[in-house]
């Protein structure tokens, strides 16, 4: 049977990853897939999941199945994290979900289900892996401008200009905040003109939301997503716990629906509950209980919120020290908008040959796409990773 299989290509992330793993050099540089890291390098456990994890340990009497919709408090409460009070509870259904990747799954196995013709517009870059899964699952996509690479921002005319061309019933996919790659971002008056053209045009936004709490905080970070939902009839939602729980290898995320009235949403729920039955039957307990335990627990809360905006804090400083390092090596401003950025990548604008010049000569690992991970970069060492790059660039 196996003779039919062709060779599979990898994920271009994964493979920097296995490729920094095997990189015997004792001086090289991960700032490639994205994992929030201290100034040690490490990748931390947050302090309120340790506390978590622990009241858990002791007061589990059972790993007998949850629901098939998963924790049905986690679901409710990472909702109104992201939402905030802008829709009616009866109106949302969610289902616990194995990571933000599995949310994305999720739904798009509900936009296929509900509407086979539907084509799903996503930027032009996006993460690899929202490509990648429409092609699996064999449903229609299309590209629409995004990045500006002269100036790092977004050309927000190209990509009102691309989204005329979008049919009532397509579906429009959006980062909420913290643009992966390019780590440029929609204003909020830019929000609002996509939900008047979302509205008008009879498309269904499908948002995924995997940084809250990285670019200008966890509630700003919301604005746009809470805009949007308040004013549209339906909405996509796919939230990650990977990096603002740091619960990365606990798979840890939701699969959020808002539907037009509450007896509709009685049905989304329950498609999105056969399509889990279908999938894996019953999400992964652990990190979504320890999400619960926090979000519900207001001195975990508030300790895991610190912890976040420190964390937040720290990533903002490294993107301005690195900022003030390229203007110095470069002699030049082109590279500010490293600064102005949000979230935990930014886009270099340099070219893959300039990119692999960084791994072979100096042991900097980026995406293809020049895509660093902020959380990566050396305190103590902007300087000299400004020097290479500017080395590379020239
Ligand atoms: C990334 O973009 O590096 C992260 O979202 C990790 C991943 O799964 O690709």
């Not at 308040?230 to 798979?251: H, I, Q, T």
């Not at 030049?332 to 950025?341: A, I």
């Not at 305190?379 to 000299?384: D, P, V």
């Amino acid at each position: 049977m196996f003779e039919t299989l062709k060779p599979s290509p990898p994920d271009k992330i994964i493979e920097l990853l296995e490729m920094f793993r095997a990189d015997p050099r004792t001086e090289k540089l991960d700032l490639g897939v994205g994992v929030y890291k201290d100034a040690n390098g490490k990748t931390p456990v947050m302090r309120a999941v340790k506390a978590a994890e622990k009241r858990l340990l002791d007061t589990q009497d059972s790993k007998s199945y949850v629901g098939i919709l998963g924790d049905l408090e986690f679901v409710k409460l990472l909702g109104e994290l992201a939402l905030g009070s802008s829709v009616p509870a009866d109106r949302i259904a969610g289902a616990q979900t194995p990571g933000g990747t599995g949310a994305i799954r999720q739904i798009l196995e509900l936009i296929k289900r509900s509407n086979p013709a539907a084509t799903v517009w996503y930027s032009d870059p996006t993460w690899p892996n929202h490509p990648a899964m429409l092609a699996h699952l064999g449903i229609p996509s299309r590209t629409y401008r995004y990045f500006d690479a002269a100036t790092g921002g977004v050309d927000f005319a190209a990509m009102m200009a691309d989204l005329v061309a979008m049919k009532p019933g397509d579906v429009l996919l959006l980062h909420g905040c913290c643009h992966n790659p390019t780590g440029a971002n929609l204003t909020l008056e830019q929000w609002a003109e996509v939900t008047d053209f979302v509205v008008k045009a009879g498309v269904v936004p499908f948002i995924d939301l995997a940084y809250q709490g990285f670019g200008d905080g966890l509630e700003a970070d919301a604005a746009g997503v809470r805009h949007m939902a308040a004013a549209v009839p339906e909405m996509l939602l796919a939230v990650s716990c990977s990096k603002n729980f740091g619960l990365y290898r606990d798979r840890v995320g939701a699969a959020i629906a808002i539907s037009e009235t509450a007896e509709k949403s009685a049905i989304t729920k329950a498609n999105l509950a056969s399509l889990s039955r279908l999938n894996f039957s019953f999400p992964p307990d652990h990190g979504a209980k320890v999400v619960a335990l926090i979000l519900s627990d207001p001195a975990l809360k508030a300790d895991w919120q610190a912890e976040l905006e420190s964390m937040r804090a720290g990533m903002l400083e490294l993107r301005k020290g690195l900022a003030n390092e390229l203007r110095r090596a470069t002699n030049s401003d082109r590279f500010d908008f490293v600064g102005t950025h949000r979230g935990m990548f930014s886009r270099l604008g340099l070219s893959p040959e300039q990119v692999v010049k960084l791994r072979e000569d100096f042991g900097i690992y980026a995406v293809g796409d020049s895509r660093i991970n902020i959380a990566g970069l050396p305190a103590q060492g902007l300087g000299k990773l400004a020097a290479a790059i500017a080395s590379v660039e020239s």
